[in-house]
């Protein structure tokens, strides 16, 4: 069996492979724009499963071995009902930064498995309370200029320099980062998935 991941995160990537679960990887492009209306966890179970499904489409020419899961995901932080994606400038960073400091926010990941050959489709949606102390104005600017706050949802990397600043974690760390670990090793063992000839669940 084969796992492709639909995703070029480098985040994710870096989960699966240190947790030992061998993946390819097949990138997958769609539109993220939200949907008036549509709450966050509709919206990351959405992208996530268009990017699997969008990943199987692409290989339906291919001759795919029996059981090929292809796997979505998507994140995003949610704060008095608002979804926070990636920023767009320094401004923009430090405003999200400035919404979570002191608060505690929600971290919504979709996560999608779409196996084919078949019609197998599963998608759930993974929450993650997340503290931040207070940040001052200095150390919200200090951590803009570091450059990682871009490329990430609500502007902070948990696995980084943004690690000082967070003082409690409710629900899966991984989750946090991009990929809720121990919610796609339940889902791939239900699925039946096996690492070589071992089944994973046994």
Known sequence: MRLVLASASPRRAEIL???GIPFEIRTALIDESPRQGELPSAYVQRLA???ARAAADAASEERLETGTIFMGADTTVVIDDE???KPESEEDAQRMLRRLSG???EVHTGLALVRRPGAWDQVVDEVTAVTFANLSGVEIERYVATGEPFGKAGGYAVQGI???FITRIDGCYFN???LPLARLYSLLREAGWKIGSVEIGA
């Open 103 to 105: 608060r505690v926010h």
């Open 162 to 164: 943004a690690g000082r």
């Open 49 to 51: 499963l268009e990017k």
């Open 83 to 85: 979804m926070l994606g």
């Open 17 to 19: 492979r240190n947790a």
């Open 176 to 178: 946090v980062v991009g």
